[in-house]
């Protein structure tokens, strides 16, 4: 699937699954992000980053279940959104990595990005959505609470669980 998300500095294109040649542009999106992975990971991004969005997956899910979008401003990739269909229940939807550059974070790409992919979701038929807070990365937590997000006190320290019920 690809849509075209309407921004106000101009469209980006939301396209799911990657292919082989998006490998350099998610590396340089990574390193542009290694705010991002030194926060939550503690340490900069990888290669290894790179080839573990394919293989992380929860226990119980296949990689049929996987989802991975990039968003593209032009040519160049400029966010990057890991999810996993029937995670943590058949009627739910995991976002494990949600990563927008800084040279478009503040600027609505990341919420009209999440609203593209939240309506996906109901139209799909799903019933929630949940995502992991990191304490170390409030500027994610803020993000998720104004998607109407609910961020709780439960999830492994430092990170928290994040859930939006679609009303299905």
Do not use: N
Request: charge should be negative; proline fraction near 7%; glycine fraction near 14%.
């Amino acid at each position: 699937m690809i849509w075209t998300v309407a921004t106000d500095f101009g469209p980006l294109v939301v396209r799911e699954q990657i292919e082989p040649d998006d490998e350099p542009g998610i590396l340089e999106l990574f390193a542009a992000c290694d705010d991002w992975f030194e926060a939550v990971t503690g340490g900069p991004s990888g290669h290894g980053d790179v080839q573990s969005l394919f293989y992380s997956l929860p226990e119980g899910r296949s990689f049929e279940d996987k989802r991975l979008y990039t968003v593209r401003d032009g040519e160049k990739i400029v966010g990057l959104v890991d999810a996993v269909l029937g995670y943590p229940h058949r009627t739910a939807v995991a976002v494990g990595q949600f990563l927008v550059a800084p040279s478009h974070r503040g600027r609505g790409a990341g919420t009209a990005v999440a609203g593209v992919l939240i309506a996906e979701a109901r139209a799909a038929g799903l019933e929630q959505v949940t995502a992991t807070a990191h304490d170390a990365w409030p500027a994610g937590q803020a993000f998720l609470r104004t998607l109407g997000f609910t961020v709780g006190p439960d999830g492994e320290p430092p990170a928290r669980r994040a859930t939006l019920a679609l009303g299905g």
